[in-house]
């Protein structure tokens, strides 16, 4: 039998308790299970976030402030570990209006105004050449517009709903003083709530039409790498500026998520951190319990070697082996888990990410380790 | 290879102390037998586990073949255990949680001893029947019967008893010592042997008052 073929083994297993070894090694299994589960949810997740064309690992905010904002302001936010990108909000600083010719139906007016931002900070941009003297101007709307529209404006004048792609090819016209343009949608955004103008064509547009007068810059668009990041939140602060869009909802779920699972990671840790100091505790008490055979096997000549190769195999081996148990039972929730996002329609990622395999192999490479130390320490001060 | 005591005497006792043993110089020669004997107290025990390296404790020098017994490492006193010296205790030392017959298996696989030979000698002291017992169930004289077999099966240059016909009647007694006798011979080894009283065996070569 593996635990005692041999009178040597019946004495060496007079100390074994299997109710106390069982709990601990239900323990260690617990531990590594939640650990690897964690490892591998979160690396699932944060794919299957990353594979979403339009979320970006990076948060996308828009700052606000009532005064002025100054350059070195500026140069300053740039500077804070957390930021990646720092672009300014430009306007239109000349009156403009925008009109609709449905036909029959009639036409609508409207006052207008234009926003830009550098282009490095749009996505979905489509056509985004704007060449000096162009008639046509390509604009960006907001998601929102069109939703507004359809489900607001439309209904509640009669007017049929449009798409996306027949918005494109809608006829919108820009009244500058007295010159006619033509706007174009290329694209649209979550992001920025407003109507976004190439910057060349704002730029253009303002030395034009307002004489080169003074953009008061009041509003930034700032890329951070950290969502929630508390630098940000202080500098704000101390330069009296606001948040005012941002946040994608994508970003918040992967920081919730990425939260969540390091929570779990970390418990599956303690608990196996926990387990590790209920194994090491057992393993002196279930030397100290035989000691007295133990050191009569010395008197009897035993070698040191024997006895430590007999009760350090069997304890790798069953570790060994609830170690592979908890790693099939995190294959098969994984699995599961796996289907289950496939049939939801999501593209979940194949197999077992190799962090965990490595993560899985350090905690054992650990153990094993840790099992040759306190059983030849122990072995060592019992048979002198 | 000879035993050699130089003004031996366990810690706990006088260094003055004095009888035919203790600080004294004592030269035993290979294969000679030595009876000791004196009455409780005076350091039998200490003695023979001076001798098989447990005692530490000690005045003086004690050597074995050429090495003093202070300077071998535990690796080598259990190699030493296995082949050159054994020994049958006087509180036995059998394994209870085993059977007489593991007792046996255990120390004939250890030092590669016949164990058919171990178990025709258990039956020669009369503890055949006792085999698949318990050792913790056996009386103390099928214990002590037991544990004279087990030290007779390795090889050994000297063989240390510690009292150990103390539970024994006359007949198991004279059949116990016959096969020591017997056993040493075969190996041409030493004899320490202790006990309470002179008895008067003429067997030994060194009959002496600790």
């Keep these: 039998m593996f635990w005692h073929s041999d009178p040597m083994g019946k004495i060496l297993s007079g100390g074994f308790r299997g109710r106390e070894f069982t709990g601990i090694l239900i323990g260690l299994f617990l531990g590594i299970l939640l650990m690897t589960l964690s490892i591998e949810f979160y690396l699932d997740v944060r794919s299957l976030l990353a594979s979403d064309s339009a979320l970006d690992r990076n948060e996308t905010l828009i700052v606000a402030g009532t005064d002025e904002i100054d350059s070195g302001t500026i140069e300053n936010l740039a500077k804070l570990p957390g930021i990646s990108d720092v672009g300014v909000f430009r306007k239109n600083l000349f009156e403009l209006d925008a009109y609709i010719k449905l036909g029959a139906l009639g036409s609508y007016y409207t006052e207008m105004f234009f926003e830009s931002v550098p282009d490095r900070f749009l996505d979905d941009i489509g056509e985004w050449n704007w060449q000096e003297n162009s008639k046509t101007i390509p604009i960006i709307i907001p998601n929102d517009f069109l939703t507004m529209y359809n489900f607001g404006f439309a209904p509640a004048r009669g007017l049929p709903r449009i798409t996306a792609e027949s918005i494109r090819k809608f006829p919108i016209g820009i009244r500058i003083r007295n010159d006619d343009y033509r706007a174009r949608v290329t694209g649209f955004t979550n992001r920025i709530q407003s109507i976004i103008v190439p910057e060349d064509f704002l730029k253009w547009a303002n030395a034009k039409y307002a004489g080169n007068a003074h953009d008061d810059i009041r509003k930034l668009i700032v890329k951070t790498r950290i969502p929630g990041d508390p630098d940000l939140k202080r500098f704000l602060q101390e330069h009296r500026l606001e948040i005012v869009s941002g946040a994608s909802p994508a970003a918040k779920i992967r920081s919730f998520t990425g939260l969540a699972f390091m929570f779990t990671g970390i418990l599956g840790c303690l608990i196996l951190i926990m387990a590790l100091g209920m194994y090491v505790l057992s393993i002196l008490l279930y030397i100290r319990r035989s000691e007295k055979d133990i050191a009569l096997l010395s008197l009897l000549g035993v070698e040191r070697k024997k006895v430590f190769c007999w009760l350090f195999r069997r304890l790798t081996a069953i570790f060994s082996l609830t170690m592979v148990i908890a790693f099939l039972v995190m294959l098969l929730v994984q699995h599961g888990l796996s289907s289950l996002l496939a049939q939801q329609g999501f593209a979940g990622t194949q197999g077992v990410q190799s962090v965990t395999v490595y993560a899985s192999l350090a905690v054992w490479l650990f153990i094993v380790l840790l099992n040759r130390l306190l059983v030849k320490r122990q072995i060592t001060d019992v048979m002198r | ?210």
Excluded at chain 2, 21 to 47: C, D, F, H, Q
Excluded at chain 2, 107 to 136: N, P, W, Y
């Design chain 2, 1 to 210: 290879m000879k035993l050699h005591l130089k003004s031996l005497s366990p810690a706990y006792l006088e260094p003055t102390d004095a009888g035919q043993v203790w600080n004294r110089e004592i030269v035993l020669e290979p294969g000679s037998r030595a009876y000791i004997y004196a009455v409780s107290g005076r350091g039998k025990t200490s003695l023979i586990s001076i001798l098989y390296g447990i005692l530490h404790e000690f005045h003086g020098t004690a050597v074995v073949g050429e090495s003093d017994i202070l300077s071998l490492h535990p690796d080598r006193w259990r190699m030493i255990r296995r082949d050159t010296i054994s020994i049958v205790f006087q509180d036995l030392k059998v394994f209870e949680n085993l059977t007489a017959r593991e007792n046996l298996t255990l120390k004939a696989d250890l030092t590669g001893f016949d164990v058919e030979q171990a178990f025709e000698m258990a039956a020669e002291l009369g503890i055949a029947d006792r085999f698949d017992r318990r050792c913790g169930s056996l009386s103390l004289g099928e214990r002590q019967r037991l544990a004279i077999v087990r030290a007779m099966c390795q090889p050994f240059r000297w063989l240390l008893l510690d009292e150990p016909f103390s539970h024994l009647d006359e007949d198991n007694r004279k059949r116990a010592f016959d096969l020591i006798l017997r056993e040493c011979d075969k190996r041409g080894a030493g004899l320490i042997m202790t006990g309470l009283l002179n008895t008067g065996e003429e067997c030994f070569d060194h009959v002496l008052a600790l």
